[in-house]
Every structure is written in C-alpha cells, then in structure tokens.
Nanobody, 123 residues
Framework: QVQLVESGGGSVQAGGSLKLSCTAS?????MAWFRQAPGKEREGVAI????????VCADSVKDRFIISRDNAKNVLYLQMNGLQPEDAAIYYC???????????????????WGQGTQVTVSS
C-alpha cells in the first residue's frame, strides 16, 4: 500500500504562488495532481511519468503550473504561479504502480490517493 501525504496548501491572493509537495512512501510509476472544487468533479491538473515526461491535463493551468518529481526522495511537486480564484480547490496527489489502460489524466488511472490539501485564492 502506497502512502501519499500532501503539504504546501494555503491561502494566497490572486496572482500569488504556492508550491505543493506530495511525499510517497515508495517509488511509483506514474504520479499526478488532481483538484476538486466544491460542487465539481475531481479533475486532472498535471501528470508525470517515471522520468521527466510531464504534461498538464487542464488548459487553464498551462504556462502557470509546473509538475516535477524527485525520484531520490519520492516527492512530487506542483509549482503554481499566477493563481486565480478559479484555482481554489482541494488538491490531491495520486499515484499508480502500473499502466491501468486509462488515460493518465483520468482519475481511474490511479489507485493511490493522498488526503488532499486546501488551496484558497482571494481576489
């Protein structure tokens, strides 16, 4: 069982930045960040494979959010710049040990989830 623990959430003003971290109990093949705002479905934000093959899932975060990982430390990061009120949500770290066949931006591609960290953005 892979344990994932997120940190780094908080409250910022519009235009500000935050860096989220997710510490995994072991190395995992694919990792991702998802987010869920009140009343909305959980959506993929960004994904990253075993090395540096990263991609964003949501066009709204392109050129503002950067996903990265430190495999030596089993830590996943999400650098969020230019935060807007619509970015406010609970952000979840997700991981998978194998390719499930689902697209990597789809929540069903992952079977390990963190508890989430709240991001609040004021205008």
């Amino acid at each position: 069982q892979v344990q994932l623990v997120e940190s780094g959430g908080g409250s910022v003003q519009a235009g500000g930045s935050l860096k989220l971290s997710c510490t995994a109990s072991e190395y995992t093949y694919h990792m991702a960040w998802f987010r869920q705002a009140p009343g909305k479905e959980r959506e993929g934000v960004a994904i990253i494979g075993p090395s540096t093959d990263a991609a964003v899932c949501a066009d709204s975060v392109k050129d503002r959010f950067i996903i990265s990982r430190d495999n030596a430390k089993n830590v996943l990061y999400l650098q969020m710049n230019g935060l807007q009120p619509e970015d406010a949500a609970i952000y979840y770290c997700a991981a998978s040990r194998m390719n499930s066949g689902f697209p990597w931006c789809h929540r069903q591609a992952y079977n390990y989830w963190g508890q989430g960290t709240q991001v609040t953005v004021s205008s």
